[in-house]
């Protein structure tokens, strides 16, 4: 990610964390994990890309039985997501840059942070997922909004704030070229926000 955005992303959590941390039950995830947990196998292992405070999104998912490696850039979100959720690792790392062996995990998720990295690195990160999750591992995801966009708005949450995405037609291409089959996808409002959800399996 480029170090201007990055840098407003990374210092706008490291700020909102505690507010952030508070709010994220407006948005229900519950309905979109259970589809997720469907098709994943007993005790899978999962990554969380852009993990935040590891509520809801990786306790769920340790609640139901997979074992889960969050990843955010955020130290003030791995703080918080550390002390969520103790049975879960969580590391620091960017998600544009994410070094894992390959075939390392069953599933992936990404709840709102996609959204959020500059849409000329999605391609990259749907062909780093490719490798790194296994043959037929299955992602669930929110990679746009309705339309191709990016802003960079003065308050959110009492700060600056970053994102970036493509039209959802350009993002399920996307993920298609990387070698993902798609099972599902459509545009939900959760929690005010209209967004793009997408349910992939892993093509190997």
């Known amino acids: 990610m480029s170090n201007q955005n990055s840098e407003i992303v990374r210092e706008g959590y490291n700020k909102i964390a505690e507010k952030y941390n508070k709010q994220r039950k407006i948005y229900q995830s519950k309905s ?17 890309l852009g993990c935040g405070a590891g509520i809801p999104i ?19 979100m791995l703080k918080l997501a550390r002390k969520n959720v ?8 960017d998600i544009t840059k994410m070094k894992f062996k390959a075939n390392s995990f069953d599933g992936a998720v990404s709840f709102y942070a996609i959204i959020h ?5 999605h391609s990259k990160i749907y ?28 308050d959110y949450l009492g700060v600056p704030m970053f994102w970036s995405f493509y039209h959802p037609k350009i993002t ?23 967004q793009f959800w997408v349910l992939a399996k892993n093509k190997k």
């Open 32 to 48: 979109l994990l259970l589809k997720f947990l469907k098709y994943l196998p007993k005790n899978s292992k999962v990554i969380d």
């Open 58 to 76: 990786s306790k769920f998912l340790i609640d139901n039985g997979c074992k889960v490696v969050g990843i955010d850039f955020s130290d003030g």
């Open 86 to 93: 103790h049975a879960a690792r969580f590391i620091k790392m």
């Open 117 to 121: 990295i500059p849409r000329k690195y």
């Open 127 to 154: 062909t780093n997922l490719h490798k790194i999750l296994k043959p037929d591992a299955i992602i669930m995801l929110n990679a746009s909004g309705t339309n191709t966009w990016e802003e960079t708005a003065k």
């Open 172 to 194: 399920l291409k996307l993920i298609s070229n990387a070698g993902f089959e798609v099972i599902w996808s459509k545009i939900l409002k959760i929690g005010g926000e209209t």
